[in-house]
C-alpha cells in the first residue's frame, strides 16, 4: 500500500511539474504582451523594449522559467506586474473565497441529494423517484448562469433578502458571511446535486438487496434506522469519489458564479490576469489550481484504496 | 450545471459505479431487459432522431431565416406567426432554436465522436498493454484533466480566430478525450484478463486481433453509453463560452448563444423566452439521451454478465 | 480655447501662445504620437473606460488655453462661457441642502485599479475616482471648463510662460501627519520623472526646484501654456514621501492630503476609505466611510443597487441607464446633455490602409448601409440619440450640416455593386470587437444591416488585449470602437491627425490621412481667435465626414445613478467657490456626498 502511494506521489509530482511548463508556455503564447497593459496603447517602443527588460521578459523562454520554477520552490510565487501585490497574497485572498463557496455549496448538494436519493432508493422506479430523477435531469440542463440570474432577480432584487454582489469575509461575522455565499453556493450546488442523487441513488439500491440489510429488516428495525445507520456508509464511496472530482475542478470551474456574483475566487482573477497579461499572477492561479485538483482526486484515490479494494486493481 | 470541466471527470465515476453496481435507472425494469430495448428507449430514440433531422435539414424546412432581424416584431411572445416568439433583434426564436440545435448537436455529437475515437482507441491499448504505455497515458490523461481548463481555453481562442464549428469540435474534443480514455481504460482492464481474451492470446491471436475483435465489443457498451452523456456535457459546456463570449462567432445561433443571450442585458426580465426555450431543448435531449444510454447499458451489461 | 488667452494677464501671451501647442507636440506633452500619454492601459474588462482614458491623456495640454488665465487671474472671473447643463444646483446629484455628517455609503464601480501611485498605476474611470477619495490634485476643473485652484494656492508664470511657480497651501497634512511641503512636491515630480508610464508626460520639464517651504518652481525649455491644466489630470495628484519611499506596497497603501483615508484595499473586491479628520477644507468630508466595490457586469451592478448592496453606482450602458432612468426610486445623472467639452461617441472604426475599406466607395457604402435611428432605438432605449458627427449636438463645433451620408439603403446597394468588382467580386467586412454581452447585440444588428447593402460580414468578438493590440497594429478591417471623450477637441488631435496614422503602433487607428483634415487640426490647436477655431473644428467635423474614416451612430452616455437617500453626488464646490464639474467620463469625487438621515 505504501509504495503504491509513493509510486502515486511521485507520479503527480511529474505531473504537476509538466503542468507548469505548459501553463508558463501558454500564457507566454498569448498574443500581445503585460507592456500593453502597463504602458497603454500609446508608449514608445524604446519604453517597452525598457520594461520588458525590467521585467526580465526579454531573455529567452527557458531561462525566463527557470527563474520562475527556482522561485517557486523557494516559496516565492513572484510580484504581479499590475498591481504590485505578491502573487501569493493575490491566491491568499482568490483561495478562501473558493474553498467557502466549495464547502457551504457541497454541503447544500449533500443536504438535498442525499435524503432525495435515499427516498428514491427505497422504492426504486416508483413515481417520487421517477420525479426526482428526472428533476435533477433539469437541474443539469439548466446553465449556472441561468440559475444565478433567476436566483439574484427573486431573491435579491424583488425581496431584498441576500446581497446580489460581493463578498463578506468571516471577520464580519457569521451571518453577513454566510449570506453572501448563499446564493453562488446554491448556483453551483445545483449541478452537483443532480450528480451526487445519481451516484448514491445507484449504490443505495445495490446495498438495499444486500444480505446484511434483509437481516436487519427482519430483527424489525425501523426503515429510516437501517437507512441511515446500516445503508447509508456502505453505499457512500460513489458519493466520495464524485465529490472529490468535482471539488476539484471548481477551483476554477466556478468562474460564471463569480464573475455575476463579484466574487475574486481563483477562476475570475484567472480570466483577469489572462486579459491583462499578467504573467506571473496566471502562472501561480493555474499551478495552485493544478495542484488543488491533483491533491484533492489523490486524497480521494488513496481514501479509496483504503475503503474499497475494487479500486486497487484499476 | 455542469461547470468547465467538472462535468465529465465526475460523470465518469457516476458510470463507473453504476456499471460496477449492476443498477440502472428507474426506467431497468426488471423482465423488460430481456425483450429488448423497451418503449422509454424507442420514444427517446424517436425524439433524438427527430432532433437530429429537423438539424440537418433545417435549411429546407419552411423556416424564417434565423438571423433576419424584423425591427418591428422585437421581443414578442410565442404567436402564430413565432411560435416561440422572437429574441431582442427581432429574430425568430423557433429557427434559431433549430438552426442553434444543429451547431450544438454537432458540437456535441462530432467532438464527444472524436473524443471517442482518440481517447477510446487510445484507452483500449493502454488498458490491454498496461505496464509504461499505460503509465504514460494514464499520466497524460491526468496531466489533461487536471490543467486548469479556462485558461486552456481562454488561451486557444486568443490565438485561433475566428471560432468556427470545426474549433469549437477539436477543443470540446480533447478536452473529453481524457475522460474517456479512463472509462474505457478502466472497462477495458476489467476485461483483459477474462478467459476468452486469454485463450484467445494462447491461440495466437495478434494483439490487433485481440484489441479489435475480443475487447471491442464487449468494452463498446460502456463507452457508448458514456459517450452519450458526453454529448449532453459537451452542449452545456458550450453554453459556459457562450458567456464569455467566446463560443461560436455570432451571429451565428448555437443552444448556448440563445441562452446567454436570453440572459443578459436584463433580457431574463424584458423576454424570458428567449432563455427558456433552449434551455427546455437541453433538457429534453438530455433525458432522452440519458433514457437511451441506460437502457443500452443494462441491456448490454446483462449480455456481458452472461459472457 | 486661446479667446480666454488674449484676456490673460501676461502681456506677452499673444506672442507665444498660438504656436506654443505645435511645439509641445513636439515636444511631446500627450501629443507627441507615441509619448505622453499620462492615464491610459488596457482595462481588464472595459474597452470603453481603456480607450477614453486613451483620450484624458493630452487633457494637460487642450485644457491650457481655456483655464490658464482664470488661474492666474486667481478670482476666475473669465471663462469660456459655455457651461454644462447637468451639473447645476437643482438637477439630481446636486443638493444644495444643509449636508448632515456622518453616514457610510457604498459605490459601485466598473472596474478596480491596479495601485495608488500615480507615477506607474493607471488611472481610468475608477482609478480617477478613488484618487479623488485619498489624494488631492494640485488644480481641478470647474463646470465650465477652467482651471482652478486646489491643493495648490496658485499658479504663476513667469512673462513668457516658460517658469511656472506653484505657490501650495500653507497647514496642509498628509494622512501620516507629515506636511506637505515644496520639497514633497518635488520628490513627487522626480518619482513621476523616472517612471516608463509618466517619463514622457513630463518631459518638456527642464528643471524643478524650491523655494521656501512652499513654493515650486518648474521651469521648462519652451512656453508651456497647458501647465496648471495639467496639474489637474493623474500626475496632479500628490502623495506623501512615506508611501513614495515604501518600494514594496507603496502601490497599495495610499497616503494621501485626500479628505479620505485608507482602511483597506482587496483588488477586485472592495476599497475602503474613513474620514481624515485632518481634511485642510474644513467641514469636509461628510460620509465617515465609503466602500468601493467595482462590480465588472453591469447587470450585476444594477441587481446590487436594487437589492441595495450598493447605494450608488457608475454605469456605461445605455440599457441599464434606461432601466434605472424609469425607476422613480433612484436618481440619475448623465453626461448625455453636457456640450462643452466632448464626450465619448459610438462608432465603427474602418481601416483606411486596408482592403476593403480602402476604398471610400465601400465606406461609403458602409456609412449609407448604416441605420443609426435603428441601433439607436435598440440599444439607446431612449437615453441616447443618434450623433452621426465627431461632436455633439449642440456644441459649438459641430457643422450645421456636416455632410455626413444619411441611410440609404437604395444607394449603399448600387454603391456595393459599384465597388465590388475592385473587390474580387464581393465585399466582406471583418467586424471585431471585445466579449462584451451588449457590444455583440450592437455588432449582430450593424453585421445584418451591412448584409441587406449586398456585403458579406463576419463578426468576430476578441479578448480586450487582442482586441486593442490589433487596433493599434492596424491588424482589422472594422472594429466597433469608442472614444473621443475630451474637454476639449484639441485633446483629440492624437487620434485624428494625420502625423499619427502610420509606423507598426498608429494612433490613428484608422489610419486617416487628409492634407485637409490636418491642416484645420493645426488650425484649431493654433488659433488664437475662437471664430477662426469653431470653423477649423467645423472642417474637420466635414473632413471626417468625406473620408468616413468612422461610421457614427450614437453619444456613449456615462451615468451615475443612487438611491434616494444619497445626496449631492455629481455637485461638489472647488476651495474658491466654484461649483466643480462634478460627473464626467464616469469620474466623480466622494468628498462632498452626504446621506440623508
Known amino acids: ?314 | 450545471m455542469v461547470d468547465l470541466g467538472s462535468g465529465s471527470a465526475a460523470l465518469e465515476r457516476v458510470r463507473d459505479f453504476e456499471t460496477a453496481k449492476g443498477v440502472a435507472e428507474p426506467t431497468t425494469i426488471p423482465g423488460n431487459s430481456s425483450s429488448g430495448l423497451g418503449l422509454v428507449f424507442w420514444i427517446s430514440f424517436a425524439w433524438v432522431l427527430l432532433m437530429v433531422l429537423l438539424a440537418i435539414f433545417a435549411s429546407v424546412l419552411p423556416l424564417k431565416d434565423p438571423n433576419f432581424q424584423d425591427y418591428n416584431a422585437v421581443n414578442i411572445g410565442p404567436s402564430l406567426h413565432h411560435l416561440l416568439g422572437t429574441d431582442d433583434l427581432g429574430r425568430d426564436l423557433l429557427s434559431r432554436i433549430i438552426f442553434g440545435s444543429r451547431v450544438s448537436l454537432i458540437i456535441g455529437f462530432a467532438s464527444v465522436g472524436l473524443a471517442l475515437l482518440v481517447g477510446g482507441l487510445l484507452g483500449l491499448w493502454a488498458g490491454y498493454r498496461g505496464r509504461w504505455v499505460d503509465s504514460i497515458l494514464n499520466a497524460a490523461s491526468l496531466v489533461v484533466l487536471a490543467f486548469p481548463a479556462l485558461l486552456a481555453i481562454l488561451v486557444i481562442e486568443a490565438f485561433w480566430v475566428p471560432r468556427s464549428l470545426l474549433k469549437l469540435t477539436i477543443i470540446f474534443a480533447v478536452a473529453g478525450a481524457p475522460s474517456l480514455f479512463r472509462v474505457i481504460r478502466a472497462t477495458t482492464l476489467s476485461f483483459a484478463t477474462r478467459e476468452f481474451v486469454v485463450a484467445a492470446r494462447t491461440m495466437g491471436a495478434t494483439t490487433w486481433r485481440i484489441l479489435f475483435r475480443e475487447l471491442l465489443p464487449n468494452v463498446l457498451p460502456a463507452a457508448i453509453s458514456f459517450a452519450l452523456i458526453g454529448v449532453a456535457v459537451a452542449i452545456i459546456l458550450e453554453g459556459s463560452l457562450a458567456f464569455l463570449g467566446l463560443s461560436i462567432s455570432l451571429p451565428t445561433a448555437s443552444l448556448g448563444n440563445i441562452v446567454n443571450e436570453g440572459v443578459q442585458n436584463n433580457n431574463l426580465s424584458l423576454n424570458s423566452f428567449i432563455a427558456l426555450w433552449p434551455s427546455l431543448y437541453i433538457f429534453i435531449i438530455l433525458v432522452a439521451l440519458n433514457l437511451m444510454a441506460d437502457r443500452l447499458r443494462t441491456r448490454f451489461d446483462v449480455r456481458a454478465g452472461n459472457l | 480655447m486661446a479667446a480666454p488667452m488674449a484676456t490673460g494677464t501676461s502681456p506677452t501671451a499673444m506672442g507665444p501662445a498660438p504656436t506654443m501647442p505645435a511645439d509641445q507636440a513636439r515636444k511631446g506633452i500627450g501629443a507627441q504620437p507615441k509619448g505622453g500619454p499620462v492615464a491610459n492601459s488596457a482595462d481588464r474588462y472595459d474597452r470603453r473606460t481603456f480607450i477614453t482614458r486613451g483620450a484624458t491623456t493630452a487633457a494637460g495640454l487642450a485644457l491650457a488655453g481655456v483655464g490658464a488665465p482664470a488661474l492666474l487671474s486667481a478670482c476666475g472671473a473669465s471663462s469660456p462661457g459655455t457651461s454644462s447643463a447637468t451639473t447645476r444646483p437643482g438637477t439630481p446629484g446636486i443638493s444644495s441642502a444643509r449636508p448632515v455628517k456622518g453616514g457610510s455609503i457604498t459605490i459601485g464601480v466598473s472596474s478596480d485599479i491596479d495601485g495608488f501611485l500615480p507615477a506607474l498605476s493607471h488611472f481610468d474611470a475608477t482609478g480617477l475616482t478613488y484618487a479623488n477619495a485619498v489624494f488631492d490634485s494640485l488644480t481641478a476643473i470647474a463646470s465650465d471648463a477652467s482651471v482652478r485652484p486646489n491643493l495648490a494656492a496658485s499658479v504663476t508664470p513667469n512673462a513668457d510662460l516658460t517658469v511656472w511657480t506653484v505657490a501650495l497651501r500653507p497647514n496642509v497634512l498628509f494622512h501620516d501627519g507629515s506636511p506637505l511641503t515644496a520639497d514633497v512636491v518635488l520628490q513627487n515630480y522626480k518619482a513621476l520623472k523616472a517612471s516608463a508610464l509618466t517619463g514622457q508626460a513630463v518631459a518638456p520639464i527642464s528643471k524643478v526646484t524650491t523655494s521656501g517651504d512652499l513654493s515650486v518652481i518648474y521651469t521648462c525649455d519652451e512656453p508651456l501654456v497647458a501647465f496648471p491644466a495639467y496639474l489637474a489630470t493623474q500626475v496632479g495628484y500628490i502623495i506623501a514621501l512615506s508611501q513614495l519611499d515604501n518600494t514594496s506596497s507603496g502601490s497599495q497603501n495610499p497616503v494621501g492630503t485626500g479628505p479620505f483615508k485608507i482602511v483597506s484595499w482587496q483588488p477586485n473586491d472592495h476599497f475602503t476609505v474613513e474620514r481624515n479628520p485632518h481634511y485642510w477644507r474644513k467641514g469636509l468630508p461628510y460620509l465617515d466611510t465609503v466602500t468601493f466595490k467595482p462590480i465588472v457586469s453591469d447587470q450585476s451592478r444594477e441587481s446590487s443597487l436594487r437589492s441595495g448592496t450598493i447605494d450608488l453606482m457608475v454605469s456605461h450602458d445605455p440599457g441599464i441607464i434606461a432601466d434605472l432612468q424609469h425607476d422613480s426610486s433612484f436618481q440619475q445623472v448623465t453626461d448625455l446633455t453636457q456640450t462643452t467639452g466632448q464626450p465619448d461617441m459610438d462608432f465603427i472604426c474602418l481601416n483606411t490602409t486596408i482592403e476593403p475599406t480602402n476604398d471610400l466607395t465601400v465606406r461609403q457604402a458602409l456609412a449609407y448601409a448604416t441605420n443609426a435611428e435603428q441601433v439607436v432605438k435598440l440599444f439607446g432605449r431612449g437615453v441616447t440619440a443618434v450623433n452621426q458627427s465627431l461632436f455633439p449636438e449642440g456644441s459649438i463645433y459641430r457643422a450645421a450640416d456636416n455632410g455626413y451620408p444619411k441611410y440609404n439603403l437604395a444607394k449603399a446597394k448600387q454603391l456595393v455593386a459599384q465597388a465590388a468588382a475592385r473587390h474580387g467580386g464581393s465585399i466582406t467586412i471583418p467586424l471585431i470587437d471585445i466579449t462584451d454581452p451588449r457590444q455583440a447585440e450592437i455588432i449582430q444588428a450593424l453585421g445584418s444591416m451591412w448584409e441587406q447593402a449586398g456585403m458579406k460580414v463576419t463578426l468576430n468578438q476578441i479578448e480586450q488585449v487582442t482586441y486593442i493590440s490589433d487596433l493599434v497594429e492596424g491588424k482589422f478591417t472594422a472594429a466597433a470602437d469608442e472614444q473621443f471623450s475630451a474637454p476639449d477637441p484639441d485633446l483629440n488631435y492624437v487620434w485624428l491627425s494625420s502625423t499619427t496614422a502610420s509606423g507598426p503602433i498608429a494612433l490613428n487607428f484608422a489610419r486617416n490621412k487628409d492634407p485637409l483634415l490636418e491642416a484645420a487640426l493645426q488650425k484649431g490647436r493654433t488659433s488664437a481667435d475662437k471664430a477662426a477655431r469653431i470653423e477649423a473644428y467645423q472642417t474637420v467635423d466635414k473632413r471626417l465626414s468625406a473620408d468616413l474614416p468612422y461610421i457614427w451612430f450614437g453619444r456613449a452616455p456615462w451615468s451615475i445613478t443612487g438611491s434616494d437617500s444619497v445626496m449631492n453626488f455629481a455637485g461638489p464646490i472647488l476651495p474658491d467657490g466654484t461649483l466643480a464639474r462634478g460627473f464626467e467620463g464616469g469620474v466623480f469625487s466622494p468628498a462632498q456626498i452626504w446621506m440623508k438621515a
Do not use: C
Not at chain 1, 89 to 100: R, T, Y
Open chain 1, 1 to 314: 500500500m505504501s509504495r503504491y502511494i509513493s509510486a502515486r506521489v511521485v507520479q503527480l509530482i511529474f505531473i504537476i511539474f509538466f503542468i507548469s511548463i505548459v501553463a508558463f508556455l501558454l500564457v507566454h503564447l498569448l498574443p500581445g504582451d503585460p507592456t500593453l497593459a502597463i504602458l497603454g496603447p500609446n508608449d514608445t517602443a524604446q519604453a517597452r523594449a525598457e520594461l520588458l527588460k525590467q521585467l526580465g521578459l526579454n531573455k529567452p523562454l527557458p531561462v525566463q522559467y527557470w527563474t520562475w520554477i527556482s522561485n517557486v520552490f523557494r516559496g516565492n510565487l513572484g510580484v504581479s506586474f499590475l498591481t504590485h501585490q505578491t502573487v501569493s497574497n493575490a491566491i491568499g485572498v482568490a483561495f478562501p473565497i473558493d474553498l467557502e463557496l466549495i464547502i457551504v455549496s457541497q454541503i447544500l448538494a449533500f443536504l438535498v441529494s442525499i435524503p432525495l436519493a435515499l427516498a428514491a432508493a427505497l422504492r426504486p422506479n416508483r413515481l417520487f423517484d421517477r420525479i426526482a430523477t428526472t428533476s435533477t435531469y433539469g437541474m443539469l440542463a439548466v446553465p449556472t448562469f441561468v440559475v444565478a440570474v433567476i436566483l439574484v432577480l427573486l431573491l435579491a432584487v424583488k425581496i431584498h433578502l441576500f446581497p446580489a454582489t460581493g463578498f463578506n469575509p468571516l471577520a464580519q461575522g457569521l451571518g453577513p458571511n454566510l449570506k453572501s455565499v448563499l446564493l453562488p453556493s446554491i448556483s453551483l450546488a445545483v449541478g452537483s446535486v443532480a450528480i451526487y442523487y445519481r451516484l448514491l441513488r445507484a449504490d443505495m439500491i445495490a446495498t438495499l438487496q444486500e444480505d446484511f440489510i434483509t437481516m436487519a429488516r427482519a430483527k424489525g428495525l425501523s426503515t429510516r434506522y437501517i437507512l441511515i445507520r446500516h445503508a447509508l456508509r456502505p453505499s457512500s464511496f460513489a458519493l466520495l469519489a464524485g465529490a472529490g472530482l468535482s471539488i476539484g475542478s471548481l477551483f476554477t470551474g466556478a468562474f460564471v458564479v463569480e464573475i455575476l456574483f463579484q466574487l475574486p475566487g481563483i477562476g475570475f482573477q484567472l480570466i483577469q490576469a489572462i486579459d491583462s497579461r499578467d504573467y506571473l499572477v496566471v502562472q501561480g492561479m493555474a499551478l495552485v489550481a493544478a495542484i488543488a485538483y491533483v491533491a484533492i482526486n489523490f486524497g480521494v484515490d488513496v481514501l479509496f484504496t483504503f475503503l474499497d479494494p475494487r479500486v486497487r486493481r484499476a
